[in-house]
């Protein structure tokens, strides 16, 4: 698949990638520079916000967990510095709840990991939804169901595990322990 950049000058589109995995950074900036980026990569939401204000990127990829961090915090930010940002946020943990929210604050797509550049490119050009997208068979799993759910009232609460917990009618540190594991696969 070609994908063409905009050509608005002979300049190169500014690439910001910010994800907490080195090694995924290095090998993903090598491929979007041959891809005619300039790329920079960033690994805190500090950081990226302190280059953003500097220098908006025309596109970014950012990871939705960073450290003890929330990737979707730096979405709105970006959106907000520029809304002609493209934006594609990338998880290994993807949730519907997650990805509905990252579409709401300004990401043009959401992209489970394990992802490749060409994927990262096809996401960029996006500008509306695949009607080809494939339906799933199978219904999710139950553990796949709390997890989703557990995670949207979480999302709905600003991350507040206290007020989560009430609403769900769960002992706090039984929500964390849930929390804590990856979602069921399917």
């Given at each position: 698949?070609?994908?063409?950049?905009?050509?608005?000058?002979?300049?190169?589109?500014?690439?910001?990638?910010?994800?907490?995995?080195?090694?995924?950074?290095?090998?993903?900036?090598?491929?979007?520079?041959?891809?005619?980026?300039?790329?920079?990569?960033?690994?805190?939401?500090?950081?990226?916000?302190?280059?953003?204000?500097?220098?908006?990127?025309?596109?970014?990829?950012?990871?939705?967990?960073?450290?003890?961090?929330?990737g979707l915090v730096l979405?709105?930010?970006?959106?907000?510095?520029?809304?002609?940002?493209?934006?594609?946020?990338?998880?290994?943990?993807?949730?519907?709840?997650?990805?509905?929210?990252?579409?709401k604050l300004g990401a043009?797509?959401?992209?489970?990991?394990?992802?490749?550049?060409?994927?990262?490119?096809?996401?960029?050009?996006?500008?509306?939804?695949?009607?080809?997208?494939?339906?799933?068979?199978?219904?999710?799993?139950?553990?796949?169901?709390?997890?989703?759910?557990?995670?949207?009232?979480?999302?709905?609460?600003?991350?507040?595990?206290?007020?989560?917990?009430?609403?769900?009618?769960?002992?706090?540190?039984?929500?964390?322990?849930?929390?804590?594991?990856?979602?069921?696969?399917?």
């Open positions: 698949m070609t994908v063409s950049l905009p050509v608005e000058s002979h300049e190169q589109p500014s690439l910001l990638i910010v994800d907490d995995d080195t090694v995924f950074c290095d090998v993903l900036a090598k491929a979007m520079t041959k891809r005619g980026f300039n790329v920079h990569c960033i690994h805190t939401i500090e950081e990226a916000l302190e280059y953003a204000e500097s220098s908006t990127p025309e596109y970014a990829v950012i990871d939705l967990k960073l450290s003890n961090e929330s979405v709105e930010k970006l959106n907000l510095l520029d809304p002609g940002t493209r934006i594609v946020m990338l998880t290994g943990y993807a949730s519907i709840a997650t990805a509905v929210e990252a579409i043009t797509h959401y992209l489970a990991k394990p992802v490749d550049a060409d994927d990262i490119m096809a996401a960029f050009e996006r500008t509306t939804g695949d009607t080809d997208t494939p339906i799933n068979a199978h219904p999710l799993s139950v553990g796949r169901l709390e997890w989703e759910y557990i995670h949207r009232i979480l999302n709905e609460n600003d991350n507040n595990i206290s007020v989560t917990a009430r609403i769900l009618n769960m002992h706090r540190r039984t929500l964390q322990r849930k929390l804590s594991k990856k979602p069921h696969r399917e």
